[in-house]
Structures are given as structure tokens and as C-alpha cells.
């Protein structure tokens, strides 16, 4: 229950490398004002577009950053078996939930 945003993935414009630094001062941002939850790796946030592993990096940080806000990452792909590593490493990590897209092929 609550005020959950939708928030986005950011690159560093030089590198194109995911700015975690970033990422945890945008949570910080959204908690202060009154979001209840995050979530990360939707659409908005880039997931369909990263790697595995990258959205598993991202996942590791947006949760080590929460400072209690309930995360509820994105973890839907285009293949069963991605969906299903993404979904259950989101769960054993602390998610709060996933969001997961259906088939879209």
C-alpha cells in the first residue's frame, strides 16, 4: 500500500556504464518525498533492455539502498527461463514482490 515509483535506470553519459551513485541518491530523493516504495526495471526503468546480469546488479543495489522502502523489480523477459532466474533471485535477495510482464511473442 502506498506511493510506489517507477523509477528509472542511470547511465553515465561518458561510459554508458549503469551510475549506481546515482541510483541510490534517486532513492534517497523519492523516499523524502513520501514514495513507500520503489520499482525498478520496468519499462521506464530499462529492464527489457539490460542484461541478466545488469538487472541483477541493479536489483543488489536498489535493495542495499531501500533504507525501507519496499522494492518490486521489474523481472519479466522475453524467455521463460530468464523471467524465472530474474524472479527468484528478486525474491531471495528481499523483493517485496515482482512485476512481471506477460509474454509479449
Known amino acids: 500500500a502506498g506511493v510506489f515509483a517507477a523509477n528509472v535506470t542511470p ?5 554508458l556504464d549503469i551510475d ?11 523516499q523524502a518525498r ?13 529492464g527489457p533492455a539490460l542484461s541478466v546480469a545488469e538487472r541483477k546488479a541493479v536489483m543488489d543495489a536498489v535493495l542495499d539502498a531501500a533504507n525501507g522502502l519496499a522494492v518490486i ?4 523477459c522475453a524467455n521463460f527461463p530468464e523471467t524465472i532466474e530474474l ?11 515482482t512485476l512481471v510482464l506477460p509474454p509479449f511473442f
Open 11 to 15: 547511465f553515465d553519459g561518458g561510459t
Open 20 to 30: 549506481f551513485a546515482w541510483l541510490r541518491k534517486h532513492l534517497a530523493f523519492l
Open 34 to 46: 513520501g514514495c513507500d516504495g520503489v520499482v525498478p526495471l520496468g519499462t521506464n526503468g530499462e
Open 73 to 76: 523489480p521489474g523481472t519479466g
Open 87 to 97: 524472479t527468484r533471485y528478486a525474491l531471495q535477495a528481499g523483493a517485496a514482490a
